[in-house]
């Protein structure tokens, strides 16, 4: 086949899902368990919080600031191919990211 735009960019996209299909079903469970747990985690704790009377701005900021070092800590591993603890920590961001700004939604700010 000739090697068109489009071609390349399904054998790229093959490239990108291939691995989560093959691995094994404990790994791939364990990646979306931490990534459901993040979301769970970061949705209870301000909701919890947000009834108290702390300012929920330095909240925000205590969440992110944690996010960023563990985004700094998985980059500081020198492995060229992650641990799974690794893409675990990274899952459980994504997650808590996407509930941090879900609860900014639904406030509407």
Same mark, same amino acid.
């Given at each position: &086949?000739?090697?068109?735009?489009?071609?390349k960019? =399904?054998?790229s996209?093959? %490239?990108i899902?291939?691995?989560?299909?093959?691995?094994?079903?404990?790994?791939?469970?364990?990646?979306?368990?931490?990534?459901?747990? %993040?979301?769970?985690?970061?949705?209870?704790?301000?909701?919890?919080?947000?009834?108290?009377?702390?300012?929920?701005?330095? !909240?925000? $900021? =205590? =969440?992110?600031?944690? &996010?960023?070092? @563990?985004?700094?800590?998985?980059?500081? @591993?020198?492995?060229?191919?992650?641990?799974?603890?690794?893409?675990?920590?990274?899952?459980?961001?994504? %997650?808590?990211?996407?509930? !941090? $700004?879900?609860?900014?939604?639904?406030l %509407? @700010?």
């Open positions: &086949m000739q090697k068109t735009k489009f071609r960019f =399904i054998e996209l093959i %490239g899902i291939n691995p989560f299909i093959s691995d094994s079903w404990s790994k791939r469970s364990i990646i979306l368990f931490s990534l459901l747990f %993040g979301f769970y985690f970061t949705n209870s704790l301000l909701s919890f919080l947000l009834d108290k009377s702390i300012n929920t701005i330095f !909240l925000a $900021i =205590i =969440i992110l600031l944690i &996010m960023e070092l @563990s985004i700094h800590s998985s980059l500081l @591993s020198n492995s060229s191919k992650f641990s799974i603890f690794v893409i675990s920590i990274n899952n459980f961001r994504i %997650g808590s990211t996407y509930a !941090l $700004i879900l609860e900014a939604f639904k %509407g @700010s």
